[in-house]
């Protein structure tokens, strides 16, 4: 069965800290995995996919198959990154679209 | 590009009425998701269309139907409602494409409140 677990529901870090939420999943194949992150009063919204490799807005994620995990980190946070971050994960198809799997989400607020 | 749309924002209904939400996928997208995200909750999948046709389906009741538009766009039904329905609604769109994957694309949704 393919599952996300994010453990933490509330994450606080103060501003300049290092922050790392977390991202565990559980699926038979070849996962992707995706960070979708939504700021107050706006949609979700893609903030990296792993396959890509990129980073966004400072975030970085890394993709351990050993542990099935996918956390989410930036070594400085900024009071803007104040939102709720969604794990979420998709079998990798053959040209067909895969439902997405999401987390229950983990709320960080970063104080000044 | 707008984007992905959705509308209404905003819909009260009662129990055992039947609702239609709408969804205008982001340009040149050809697959459309939709998800129900309960408070507290991260979005869960319901169905997803393509070619206007249900390709997938999460598991939830009969009682939520759908229906593509060779346009692209996309409605959800959902009969006899009940109080647990109530909900965020999030419509997603993609395109697919293979050996790369998709990326999908979240509307802003449609918060429906069952009384």
Known sequence: AQRVTQ????LSVFKGAPVELKCNY???????????VQYSRQRLQLLLRHISR????????????????????????????????????????????????????TKLTVNP | DAGVTQSPTHLIKTRGQQVTLRCSPKSGHDTVSWYQQALGQG?????QYYEEEERQRGNF??????????????????????????????????LPTPGIGETQYFGPGTRLLVL
């Not at chain 1, 453990?7 to 509330?10: G, I, R």
């Not at chain 1, 975030?59 to 198959?65: E, M, Q, S, V, W």
């Not at chain 1, 990154?81 to 994960?89: E, F, K, T, W």
């Open chain 1, 54 to 105: 990129e980073s966004i807005k400072g975030f970085t994620a890394d993709l351990n198959k050993g542990e099935t995990s996918f956390h989410l980190k930036k070594p400085f946070a900024q009071e803007e990154d104040s939102a709720m971050y969604y794990c979420a994960l998709s079998g990798l198809g053959e040209g067909g679209s895969e439902k997405l799997v999401f987390g229950k989400g």
């Open chain 1, 26 to 36: 559980s699926y038979s194949g070849s996962p992707e995995l995706f960070w979708y």
């Open chain 1, 7 to 10: 453990p933490e529901k509330l």
């Open chain 2, 61 to 94: 009741p009969d009682r939520f139907s759908g229906h593509q538009f060779p346009n692209y766009s996309s409605e959800l039904n959902v009969n006899a409602l009940l109080l647990g329905d109530s909900a965020l609604y999030l419509c997603a769109s993609s």
């Open chain 2, 43 to 47: 979005p869960q999948f319901i169905f």
